[in-house]
């Protein structure tokens, strides 16, 4: 994300539009996919599929969290191994460990509710 971010002209005028580039990465992981399944003719059985996912999923929301603790591992090891980590990188880094690991932490005890409930 960071390097990315490095190569648009805009980095060079502040740090701190990393966090609207790393906000329009994110919506950009759910639009693309949305676009390409509305765009491409896909056999029904991938659709039904896909579909079943994506409920399961709003319900059990554990996945949009583990995706953004992945990112934060990634951007750890960004920053740890740079030469001169800057605010905006470790900021970002810190929020995004901290929001996945809460929400996996909720999904986790919530799944865990859940079960305890079934016979």
């Known amino acids: 994300m960071v390097p990315a971010w490095l190569k648009l002209p805009v980095s060079e005028n502040s740090d701190w539009t990393l966090f609207p580039f790393f906000l329009a990465a994110l919506l950009a992981l759910r639009v693309i996919p949305a676009v390409i399944r509305k765009l491409v003719p896909f056999e029904v059985e991938?659709?039904?599929?896909?579909?079943?996912?994506?409920?399961?999923?709003?319900?059990?929301?554990?996945?949009?969290?583990?995706?953004?603790?992945?990112?934060?591992?990634g951007l750890t090891m960004y920053t740890s191994l740079?030469?001169?980590?800057?605010?905006?990188?470790?900021?970002?880094?810190?929020?995004?460990?901290?929001?996945?690991?809460?929400?996996?932490?909720?999904?986790?005890?919530?799944?865990?509710?859940?079960?305890?409930?079934?016979?």
């Open 46 to 73: 991938v659709q039904t599929t896909w579909r079943e996912r994506r409920r399961q999923a709003k319900r059990f929301d554990s996945y949009q969290w583990q995706k953004l603790f992945w990112i934060a591992l």
């Open 82 to 119: 740079s030469a001169k980590p800057f605010a905006a990188a470790v900021t970002l880094t810190i929020i995004c460990a901290a929001a996945g690991a809460s929400g996996l932490m909720f999904w986790g005890l919530r799944v865990a509710q859940v079960e305890r409930r079934r016979p």
